[in-house]
């Protein structure tokens, strides 16, 4: 698969801590690539040495191929975590003068801003001051200003921070729609279940280093741990040398939902030593999720 | 050099489609006409209503001859010490003592109020003693009186300035007037421009705008473009001002300024013609 970006060995250092430590990540093309990492892992370091605000102090970057370079300004779309529009200034002015900053013609930034107004159903908002805007209608115009230059690569920070469930899901259908297009998305957030939803591949920082980068299936694979969720009738006791009981919490009457580990028998050997000892009505493995493999690295990692 | 330029048609539009600039714009001119002209008019009613004091003097060297220019003089007789009773009683500016003195080092002249005199006020009766002992001690030395009104020489230079080939009548107080007015309006426009820019980089700092346009722009084209667009804006309103202040300071001036400064001129004339035929009385009595 073609890398849409491709950062190598990029090392960032403030003047009082270091903020990338030797830093590669491949961001296959158009996928959905989740940049995770708790606060102040240097995600954010990063994305502006992506959007070229700060540069890094070594490594390199390449875009869709090419060393980047100042002409890339509008193949990317940015989407900052602090978000921000001029507070006085009217959303359609606002939208123009963010394209044609982008590199658009003044007509083909009003054609687009027009286009994707009418797209948000915020045609009426068009001679609105920003001020007058409540947060989440600010976020949409932002959005639109993200992404109305047609970018080949769209970062965003925290995309649904202050979105409300029917706008948070407008968005989501928008950025698989631009997925669809051929778009490269990088999405940086702590929502896991974000994550989990919508991202192909992920990455993850921690303490200003890669630890972790990968398929979201392939990751999830590595960090599997043998545990099985069952239901079952009657209490159930770990049998040494077969499986252990984690934790079991009573259902209803006489059901109980447990959590077996086992240490690499198979499924099948794992079902047939189960019925033995007690009635099973239902089982399943107990894949990771994002969130506790996330959390599983940070606090595994803070602890060494 | 497109997306400065795009900066600059953004600052540009910004602060002029503002309320304020059109507000500060038309106003000012208007403004500054107007308290010319009320403080010319404060002048002259000032001079109008202004009611001459009364002072109280005893002289005792006979050397002084009042002069009504700019005071009331009334002479008090009696001793120093009932004078100084009854001014406190009375409503007047004080009371103005002149001991007898040798000519040639005049000491003892002592002025008693009841309230602190303004300086300007004690500088008058100064000058006014300085000018009679002045013509005393030239009579003294017999100097006639043609002689002295004769020593007084007005002298007039003529103006003319050669610039551009052309000889001109130039009037050296009026440049420099426009000189020290144009200086501070570019002290304050540099002042004021100067904080606009300021506030703008804060503007986009605070509401975090920045980014996003840092990521489209290097800042050095952002700052650029935000100082050659609000230097374009201060400029503009330069140039509004000028053409107003001078359309309404003629119009002002021409209709109503030349009116109020004939009488205020005509008053100082007569001053000074009074405070020269009443020294000159006062030297002729005496003589």
Known sequence: MDAALTASNVTKRYTNHLALDDVSINIPAKTIFGLLGPNGAGKTTLIRIINQIINADSGEITLFGERLQSKHIGTIGYLPEERGLYKKLKVGEQLVYLAQLKGLSRKQAVDKSRAWVKKFEVTDWWNKKVEDLSKGMAQKVQFISTVMHEPRLIILDEPFSGFDP????????????????????????????????????????????????????????NYRTNSFWVEHRGRLNSVAGQFDVLEQKSLEDDFYRSVVKTDGTSPNVLIRELTNNTEVHSFAEKIPTMSEIFIGLVKGGSDE | ????????????????????????????????????????????????????????????????????????????NGSLDDAKRAITAVESFGLLYIPQFDLSNPKGIALYTNVDPSPSAVGDLEQLLANQLRDQKLKKFHVRQQLLDSLKTDVNIQRLSLAGGQEKESDSRLLSGVGMASGILMYMFIFIYGAQIMQGVIEEKTSKVVEVIVSSVKPLQLMLGKIIGLASVGLLQFIIWIVLITTVSTVVLGAFGLQMQSPELAAQYGDQGGNAKSSRCAGAQDV
């Not at chain 2, 059109?22 to 009613?45: H, K």
């Open chain 1, 166 to 221: 029917v706008n948070a899901q407008l968005i989501t259908n928008e950025i698989l729609e631009l997925k669809e297009r051929g778009c490269t998305i990088i999405f940086s957030t702590h929502r896991m279940e974000t994550v989990e939803d919508l991202c192909d591949h992920i990455a993850l920082i921690n303490k200003s280093k890669k630890v972790l980068e990968g398929s979201k299936k392939q990751v999830k694979q």
């Open chain 2, 1 to 76: 050099m497109n997306k400065i330029w795009l900066i600059i048609q953004r600052e540009f539009l910004n602060r002029v489609q503002k309320k304020s600039f059109l507000i500060a714009t038309i106003l000012l001119p208007l403004i500054f006409p107007a308290i010319m002209a009320v403080l010319v008019w404060v002048a002259i009613e000032q001079k109008k209503n202004a009611t001459k004091e009364t002072v109280y003097y005893i002289d005792e060297s006979g050397y002084f001859a009042p002069d009504t220019a700019k005071f009331h003089f009334k002479q008090f």
